[in-house]
Protein backbone atom coordinates (compact mmCIF):
# COMPACT_ATOMS: atom_id res chain seq x y z
CA UNK A 1 0.00 0.00 0.00
CA UNK A 2 3.22 2.20 0.06
CA UNK A 3 3.43 5.09 -2.80
CA UNK A 4 6.37 4.12 -5.36
CA UNK A 5 8.30 7.14 -5.93
CA UNK A 6 11.11 7.92 -7.96
CA UNK A 7 12.51 10.13 -5.56
CA UNK A 8 14.25 7.98 -3.55
CA UNK A 9 16.37 6.94 -6.66
CA UNK A 10 17.42 10.60 -6.72
CA UNK A 11 20.68 11.68 -5.31
CA UNK A 12 20.50 12.69 -1.88
CA UNK A 13 21.92 15.72 0.08
CA UNK A 14 21.90 16.41 3.62
CA UNK A 15 19.02 18.59 2.81
CA UNK A 16 17.38 16.27 1.04
CA UNK A 17 16.88 13.99 4.11
CA UNK A 18 14.86 16.56 5.89
CA UNK A 19 15.24 19.30 8.83
CA UNK A 20 13.34 17.10 11.37
CA UNK A 21 10.01 17.34 13.15
CA UNK A 22 11.06 20.96 14.70
CA UNK A 23 10.78 22.59 11.10
CA UNK A 24 7.20 20.87 10.90
CA UNK A 25 5.82 22.08 14.08
CA UNK A 26 4.70 25.90 13.35
CA UNK A 27 2.64 24.05 10.62
CA UNK A 28 0.61 22.19 13.25
CA UNK A 29 0.38 24.77 15.77
CA UNK A 30 -0.53 27.10 13.54
CA UNK A 31 -3.01 24.66 12.32
CA UNK A 32 -4.45 24.47 15.45
CA UNK A 33 -4.69 27.92 16.56
CA UNK A 34 -7.00 28.35 13.36
CA UNK A 35 -9.28 25.09 14.16
CA UNK A 36 -10.35 25.74 18.06
CA UNK A 37 -12.50 28.11 19.41
CA UNK A 38 -15.00 26.94 21.78
CA UNK A 39 -17.93 27.81 20.05
CA UNK A 40 -16.45 31.31 19.56
CA UNK A 41 -18.87 33.51 17.28
CA UNK A 42 -17.03 34.84 14.38
CA UNK A 43 -18.13 38.22 12.87
CA UNK A 44 -16.76 40.22 10.21
CA UNK A 45 -15.70 42.74 12.39
CA UNK A 46 -13.97 40.23 14.46
CA UNK A 47 -10.35 39.12 13.32
CA UNK A 48 -11.34 35.38 13.04
CA UNK A 49 -12.60 35.54 17.15
CA UNK A 50 -9.11 37.01 18.36
CA UNK A 51 -11.20 39.82 19.91
CA UNK A 52 -12.85 37.20 22.28
CA UNK A 53 -10.72 34.77 22.19
CA UNK A 54 -7.28 35.91 22.72
CA UNK A 55 -5.58 32.22 23.41
CA UNK A 56 -6.02 31.52 19.80
CA UNK A 57 -3.95 35.14 18.27
CA UNK A 58 -1.02 33.41 21.35
CA UNK A 59 -0.87 30.28 19.62
CA UNK A 60 -0.64 31.17 16.06
CA UNK A 61 1.26 33.88 16.88
CA UNK A 62 4.24 32.08 18.70
CA UNK A 63 3.57 29.72 15.28
CA UNK A 64 4.52 32.11 12.98
CA UNK A 65 7.34 33.87 15.13
CA UNK A 66 9.00 30.13 15.32
CA UNK A 67 8.11 29.27 11.69
CA UNK A 68 10.02 32.64 11.05
CA UNK A 69 12.98 31.56 13.14
CA UNK A 70 13.24 28.14 11.46
CA UNK A 71 13.18 29.81 8.03
CA UNK A 72 16.10 32.12 8.88
CA UNK A 73 18.20 29.56 9.37
CA UNK A 74 16.43 26.68 6.65
CA UNK A 75 15.42 29.75 3.82
CA UNK A 76 12.25 31.02 2.34
CA UNK A 77 11.84 29.13 -0.23
CA UNK A 78 13.63 30.62 -3.19
CA UNK A 79 13.84 27.46 -5.19
CA UNK A 80 10.23 27.44 -6.63
CA UNK A 81 9.20 28.23 -10.15
CA UNK A 82 6.25 30.64 -11.54
CA UNK A 83 3.68 29.87 -9.01
CA UNK A 84 5.57 30.61 -6.42
CA UNK A 85 6.36 33.74 -7.44
CA UNK A 86 2.68 34.71 -8.59
CA UNK A 87 1.62 33.91 -4.93
CA UNK A 88 4.11 36.05 -3.28
CA UNK A 89 3.20 38.67 -5.56
CA UNK A 90 -0.59 37.81 -5.01
CA UNK A 91 0.65 38.88 -1.07
CA UNK A 92 2.19 42.02 -1.82
CA UNK A 93 -1.01 42.85 -3.49
CA UNK A 94 -3.31 41.88 -0.21
CA UNK A 95 -0.93 44.37 1.57
CA UNK A 96 -1.37 47.45 -1.43
CA UNK A 97 -5.34 47.37 -0.50
CA UNK A 98 -4.38 48.96 2.18
CA UNK A 99 -4.36 52.03 0.46
CA UNK A 100 -8.32 52.13 -0.84
CA UNK A 101 -9.57 50.38 2.65
CA UNK A 102 -11.65 51.97 5.21
CA UNK A 103 -9.28 50.22 8.18
CA UNK A 104 -6.03 49.42 6.39
CA UNK A 105 -5.01 48.57 10.18
CA UNK A 106 -7.49 45.38 9.28
CA UNK A 107 -5.20 44.78 5.62
CA UNK A 108 -1.92 44.40 7.56
CA UNK A 109 -3.27 42.13 10.43
CA UNK A 110 -5.20 39.98 7.53
CA UNK A 111 -1.40 40.48 5.62
CA UNK A 112 0.64 39.10 8.58
CA UNK A 113 -1.42 35.87 8.71
CA UNK A 114 -1.39 35.47 5.08
CA UNK A 115 1.87 35.73 5.46
CA UNK A 116 2.97 34.17 8.76
CA UNK A 117 0.94 31.19 7.24
CA UNK A 118 3.48 30.98 4.21
CA UNK A 119 6.13 31.29 6.60
CA UNK A 120 5.18 28.35 8.51
CA UNK A 121 4.36 26.27 5.33
CA UNK A 122 7.81 26.82 4.04
CA UNK A 123 9.41 25.62 7.35
CA UNK A 124 7.16 22.49 6.93
CA UNK A 125 8.96 21.82 3.14
CA UNK A 126 12.46 22.24 4.99
CA UNK A 127 11.06 19.62 7.46
CA UNK A 128 10.74 17.12 4.58
CA UNK A 129 13.32 17.16 2.57
CA UNK A 130 12.95 14.97 -1.10
CA UNK A 131 10.00 12.88 0.76
CA UNK A 132 6.39 14.29 1.10
CA UNK A 133 5.71 10.90 3.00
CA UNK A 134 6.79 12.69 6.34
CA UNK A 135 4.16 15.16 6.34
CA UNK A 136 1.11 13.08 6.43
CA UNK A 137 1.45 11.01 9.47
CA UNK A 138 2.09 14.25 12.02
CA UNK A 139 -0.74 15.94 10.10
CA UNK A 140 -3.27 12.91 10.59
CA UNK A 141 -2.31 12.08 14.30
CA UNK A 142 -2.55 15.92 14.99
CA UNK A 143 -6.01 16.50 13.48
CA UNK A 144 -6.95 12.89 15.23
CA UNK A 145 -6.18 14.99 18.21
CA UNK A 146 -8.97 17.49 17.58
CA UNK A 147 -11.46 15.11 16.39
CA UNK A 148 -11.03 13.00 20.00
CA UNK A 149 -10.92 16.57 22.03
CA UNK A 150 -13.73 17.35 19.85
CA UNK A 151 -16.21 14.30 21.30
CA UNK A 152 -15.13 14.50 24.42
CA UNK A 153 -15.94 17.83 24.68
CA UNK A 154 -19.15 17.32 22.82
CA UNK A 155 -20.00 14.62 25.32
CA UNK A 156 -18.92 15.56 28.90
CA UNK A 157 -19.92 19.61 28.11
CA UNK A 158 -22.85 19.33 25.63
CA UNK A 159 -23.17 23.41 26.15
CA UNK A 160 -19.26 23.94 24.76
CA UNK A 161 -19.71 21.33 21.94
CA UNK A 162 -23.16 21.68 20.44
CA UNK A 163 -24.63 24.51 18.95
CA UNK A 164 -27.70 25.45 20.90
CA UNK A 165 -29.74 26.80 17.54
CA UNK A 166 -29.29 23.57 15.92
CA UNK A 167 -28.46 20.70 18.10
CA UNK A 168 -25.19 20.02 16.00
CA UNK A 169 -21.79 19.63 16.87
CA UNK A 170 -19.55 22.18 16.98
CA UNK A 171 -16.71 20.31 19.57
CA UNK A 172 -14.36 22.64 19.96
CA UNK A 173 -14.36 24.31 16.88
CA UNK A 174 -16.14 27.51 15.89
CA UNK A 175 -19.04 26.03 14.60
CA UNK A 176 -20.53 22.77 13.30
CA UNK A 177 -19.73 23.58 9.25
CA UNK A 178 -16.32 24.30 10.52
CA UNK A 179 -16.13 20.90 12.20
CA UNK A 180 -17.26 19.53 9.01
CA UNK A 181 -14.07 20.83 6.77
CA UNK A 182 -11.63 19.61 9.75
CA UNK A 183 -13.26 16.17 8.98
CA UNK A 184 -12.67 16.50 5.17
CA UNK A 185 -8.77 17.06 6.15
CA UNK A 186 -8.44 14.15 8.81
CA UNK A 187 -9.67 11.87 6.45
CA UNK A 188 -7.66 13.40 4.00
CA UNK A 189 -4.20 13.06 6.00
CA UNK A 190 -5.01 9.78 7.53
CA UNK A 191 -5.78 8.29 3.95
CA UNK A 192 -2.31 9.90 2.02
CA UNK A 193 -0.75 8.57 5.91
CA UNK A 194 -1.90 4.83 4.59
CA UNK A 195 -0.29 5.01 1.44
CA UNK A 196 2.75 6.38 3.06
CA UNK A 197 3.48 3.53 5.78
CA UNK A 198 4.85 0.38 5.51
CA UNK A 199 4.13 -1.00 9.04
CA UNK A 200 1.14 -3.20 9.23
CA UNK A 201 0.16 -1.96 12.72
CA UNK A 202 0.79 1.66 11.53
CA UNK A 203 -1.63 0.93 9.12
CA UNK A 204 -4.20 -0.72 11.27
CA UNK A 205 -3.41 2.36 14.06
CA UNK A 206 -4.41 4.61 10.79
CA UNK A 207 -7.47 2.72 10.16
CA UNK A 208 -8.88 3.36 13.78
CA UNK A 209 -9.02 6.91 13.13
CA UNK A 210 -11.79 6.65 10.78
CA UNK A 211 -14.75 5.99 13.31
CA UNK A 212 -14.16 9.02 15.13
CA UNK A 213 -13.72 11.24 11.81
CA UNK A 214 -17.20 9.57 10.91
CA UNK A 215 -18.69 10.17 14.17
CA UNK A 216 -18.01 13.47 14.11
CA UNK A 217 -18.53 13.97 10.50
CA UNK A 218 -22.00 12.94 11.33
CA UNK A 219 -22.50 14.79 14.50
CA UNK A 220 -21.10 18.37 12.74
CA UNK A 221 -24.49 16.97 10.68
CA UNK A 222 -22.73 18.77 7.46
CA UNK A 223 -23.87 17.53 4.04
CA UNK A 224 -21.65 19.16 2.15
CA UNK A 225 -18.52 17.95 4.04
CA UNK A 226 -20.35 14.35 3.82
CA UNK A 227 -20.06 14.92 -0.08
CA UNK A 228 -16.49 16.33 0.31
CA UNK A 229 -15.48 13.46 2.43
CA UNK A 230 -16.78 10.88 -0.18
CA UNK A 231 -14.87 12.84 -2.90
CA UNK A 232 -11.71 12.87 -1.23
CA UNK A 233 -11.44 9.26 -0.46
CA UNK A 234 -13.00 7.98 -3.47
CA UNK A 235 -10.42 10.40 -5.50
CA UNK A 236 -7.45 9.13 -3.45
CA UNK A 237 -8.35 5.44 -3.98
CA UNK A 238 -8.76 5.95 -7.64
CA UNK A 239 -5.70 7.90 -8.02
CA UNK A 240 -3.05 5.54 -6.26
CA UNK A 241 -4.33 2.73 -7.89
CA UNK A 242 -3.36 4.01 -11.37
CA UNK A 243 0.45 4.72 -9.60
CA UNK A 244 1.98 2.13 -11.64
CA UNK A 245 -0.09 2.95 -14.67
CA UNK A 246 2.20 4.53 -18.29
CA UNK A 247 1.49 8.75 -17.98
CA UNK A 248 -0.92 7.77 -20.82
CA UNK A 249 -3.01 4.76 -19.66
CA UNK A 250 -3.55 7.15 -16.31
CA UNK A 251 -4.89 10.24 -18.34
CA UNK A 252 -7.20 8.07 -20.77
CA UNK A 253 -8.45 5.94 -17.36
CA UNK A 254 -9.59 9.58 -15.79
CA UNK A 255 -10.68 10.81 -18.84
CA UNK A 256 -13.10 7.69 -18.92
CA UNK A 257 -14.02 7.75 -15.41
CA UNK A 258 -14.97 12.25 -16.45
CA UNK A 259 -16.94 11.04 -19.40
CA UNK A 260 -18.65 7.61 -17.68
CA UNK A 261 -19.95 10.47 -14.95
CA UNK A 262 -21.17 12.48 -17.33
CA UNK A 263 -23.35 9.33 -19.25
CA UNK A 264 -24.71 8.41 -15.94
CA UNK A 265 -25.96 11.63 -15.40
CA UNK A 266 -27.45 12.46 -18.85
CA UNK A 267 -29.05 8.49 -18.53
CA UNK A 268 -30.92 9.74 -15.11
CA UNK A 269 -32.07 12.89 -16.71
CA UNK A 270 -33.28 10.82 -19.80
CA UNK A 271 -34.75 8.18 -17.50
CA UNK A 272 -36.14 9.91 -13.98
CA UNK A 273 -35.71 13.48 -14.61
CA UNK A 274 -37.61 14.37 -11.29
CA UNK A 275 -34.38 13.45 -9.54
CA UNK A 276 -32.65 15.94 -10.97
CA UNK A 277 -34.90 18.55 -9.78
CA UNK A 278 -32.86 21.18 -8.29
CA UNK A 279 -35.07 20.78 -5.67
CA UNK A 280 -34.70 17.14 -5.14
CA UNK A 281 -31.09 17.55 -4.95
CA UNK A 282 -30.94 20.65 -2.72
CA UNK A 283 -33.06 18.65 -0.12
CA UNK A 284 -30.64 15.94 -0.41
CA UNK A 285 -27.96 17.99 0.85
CA UNK A 286 -29.78 19.81 3.51
CA UNK A 287 -30.00 22.96 1.47
CA UNK A 288 -33.84 25.04 0.04
CA UNK A 289 -34.14 26.50 -2.90
CA UNK A 290 -32.58 29.59 -1.48
CA UNK A 291 -29.71 27.54 -0.69
CA UNK A 292 -30.04 28.40 3.53
CA UNK A 293 -30.09 32.08 2.69
CA UNK A 294 -26.72 31.98 0.54
CA UNK A 295 -28.56 33.21 -3.13
CA UNK A 296 -29.04 36.82 -1.16
CA UNK A 297 -25.80 36.94 0.12
CA UNK A 298 -24.89 36.55 -3.63
CA UNK A 299 -27.28 38.70 -4.97
CA UNK A 300 -25.50 41.53 -2.82
CA UNK A 301 -21.99 40.75 -3.61
CA UNK A 302 -23.00 41.13 -7.32
CA UNK A 303 -23.84 44.63 -6.60
CA UNK A 304 -20.83 45.00 -4.91
CA UNK A 305 -18.26 43.33 -7.44
CA UNK A 306 -20.41 45.74 -10.10
CA UNK A 307 -19.38 48.84 -7.90
CA UNK A 308 -15.52 47.87 -7.74
CA UNK A 309 -14.79 45.35 -10.20
CA UNK A 310 -11.15 45.77 -10.57
CA UNK A 311 -9.13 45.88 -7.11
CA UNK A 312 -12.08 45.24 -5.00
CA UNK A 313 -13.32 46.63 -1.73
CA UNK A 314 -9.47 45.38 -0.14
CA UNK A 315 -8.41 42.51 2.10
CA UNK A 316 -9.84 44.15 5.52
CA UNK A 317 -12.49 41.14 6.37
CA UNK A 318 -15.51 42.99 4.67
CA UNK A 319 -14.47 45.82 7.23
CA UNK A 320 -14.90 48.60 4.11
CA UNK A 321 -18.42 46.88 2.92
CA UNK A 322 -20.07 46.92 6.47
CA UNK A 323 -18.93 50.57 6.57
CA UNK A 324 -20.65 50.77 3.51
CA UNK A 325 -23.68 48.71 3.87
CA UNK A 326 -25.48 47.16 6.72
CA UNK A 327 -24.09 43.67 6.65
CA UNK A 328 -23.64 41.54 9.58
CA UNK A 329 -21.80 38.09 7.75
CA UNK A 330 -18.58 37.15 7.95
CA UNK A 331 -18.33 35.84 4.27
CA UNK A 332 -20.33 35.56 1.44
CA UNK A 333 -20.58 31.80 1.49
CA UNK A 334 -19.10 31.45 -1.88
CA UNK A 335 -15.23 31.77 -2.08
CA UNK A 336 -15.23 33.15 -5.73
CA UNK A 337 -18.03 35.66 -5.35
CA UNK A 338 -16.32 36.62 -1.94
CA UNK A 339 -13.02 36.76 -3.58
CA UNK A 340 -13.78 39.28 -6.04
CA UNK A 341 -15.46 41.49 -3.43
CA UNK A 342 -12.17 41.72 -1.41
CA UNK A 343 -9.60 41.45 -4.63
CA UNK A 344 -11.71 42.27 -7.43
CA UNK A 345 -10.91 40.72 -10.82
CA UNK A 346 -7.24 40.75 -10.37
CA UNK A 347 -7.21 38.90 -7.14
CA UNK A 348 -9.64 36.52 -8.67
CA UNK A 349 -7.42 36.19 -12.00
CA UNK A 350 -4.02 35.88 -9.66
CA UNK A 351 -5.57 33.20 -8.08
CA UNK A 352 -6.88 31.30 -11.21
CA UNK A 353 -3.25 31.58 -12.58
CA UNK A 354 -1.78 30.29 -9.39
CA UNK A 355 -4.13 27.15 -9.27
CA UNK A 356 -3.52 26.51 -12.59
CA UNK A 357 0.31 26.50 -12.58
CA UNK A 358 0.08 24.11 -9.51
CA UNK A 359 -2.14 21.81 -11.40
CA UNK A 360 0.61 21.36 -14.01
CA UNK A 361 3.10 21.27 -11.14
CA UNK A 362 1.40 18.66 -9.80
CA UNK A 363 0.67 16.52 -12.48
CA UNK A 364 4.43 16.66 -13.46
CA UNK A 365 4.99 15.85 -9.64
CA UNK A 366 4.00 12.20 -10.60
CA UNK A 367 7.19 10.85 -11.80
CA UNK A 368 8.98 11.77 -8.89
CA UNK A 369 6.45 11.93 -6.18
CA UNK A 370 3.21 9.81 -7.11
CA UNK A 371 2.04 10.26 -3.46
CA UNK A 372 2.19 13.58 -3.02
CA UNK A 373 1.09 14.17 -6.69
CA UNK A 374 -2.29 12.55 -5.67
CA UNK A 375 -2.96 13.92 -2.40
CA UNK A 376 -2.17 16.91 -3.87
CA UNK A 377 -4.98 17.26 -6.14
CA UNK A 378 -7.55 15.55 -4.46
CA UNK A 379 -6.93 18.29 -1.40
CA UNK A 380 -7.15 21.12 -4.57
CA UNK A 381 -10.19 19.99 -5.78
CA UNK A 382 -11.73 19.52 -2.54
CA UNK A 383 -10.83 23.34 -1.63
CA UNK A 384 -12.46 24.31 -5.17
CA UNK A 385 -15.38 22.65 -4.72
CA UNK A 386 -16.02 23.42 -1.16
CA UNK A 387 -15.47 27.52 -2.21
CA UNK A 388 -18.95 26.90 -4.08
CA UNK A 389 -20.92 26.99 -0.42
CA UNK A 390 -18.04 28.80 1.73
CA UNK A 391 -15.12 31.02 1.52
CA UNK A 392 -11.80 29.75 2.14
CA UNK A 393 -9.50 31.21 -0.67
CA UNK A 394 -6.88 34.50 0.62
CA UNK A 395 -9.07 33.92 4.33
CA UNK A 396 -6.64 34.69 6.97
CA UNK A 397 -6.55 32.21 9.65
CA UNK A 398 -8.61 29.97 7.47
CA UNK A 399 -7.51 26.02 7.90
CA UNK A 400 -8.51 24.86 4.31
CA UNK A 401 -6.38 27.62 2.91
CA UNK A 402 -3.62 27.38 5.00
CA UNK A 403 -3.76 23.38 4.09
CA UNK A 404 -3.81 24.69 0.46
CA UNK A 405 -0.53 27.14 0.81
CA UNK A 406 1.45 24.00 1.80
CA UNK A 407 0.36 22.04 -1.10
CA UNK A 408 1.20 24.74 -3.12
CA UNK A 409 4.19 25.66 -1.35
CA UNK A 410 5.43 22.30 -1.01
CA UNK A 411 4.47 21.30 -4.79
CA UNK A 412 6.64 24.21 -6.62
CA UNK A 413 9.99 23.18 -4.08
CA UNK A 414 9.35 19.79 -4.74
CA UNK A 415 9.13 20.31 -8.13
CA UNK A 416 12.28 22.34 -8.09
CA UNK A 417 14.37 20.44 -6.50
CA UNK A 418 13.25 17.70 -9.41
CA UNK A 419 14.22 19.37 -11.85
CA UNK A 420 18.22 20.08 -10.52
Not at 304 to 311: E, F, W, Y
Not at 322 to 348: C, K, S
Not at 396 to 412: K, S
Request: with cysteine.
Amino acid sequence: MTSQSSAASLPQTAADQGAGLLFLLPFLLALFGMIYGFGVSVSGVDQAGFMVDPSRMVVIGGAYGLGLILCLSGGFGTGGGAGLSLYWVSLVGVLASALWSVYPQRVLINFIHLGGASVVCVAAFHSLGRDSRRLFVPLAVMLQGVILATIVVTKLFPSIGIESVTGRWQGITTNPNHLGIVTVLASWATTAALFSVRSRLARLGLLAFYPPIGWALLGSGSMSSMLLNVICGGGMLFLMSLRNNPPLLRIGKILFLVVGGLAVLLGVFAIAPNLLDPDVLLGHLGRDATLTGRTSLWATADDLIVAKPLLGWSYDSLGSVTATIVFDFAQFHNGYLDLLVRGGALGLGLFALITGRLLWVLFRLARHDYLFHAAGLVLVGATLLSNISEASIYREANELWQVYVLVLITAELLHGKARK
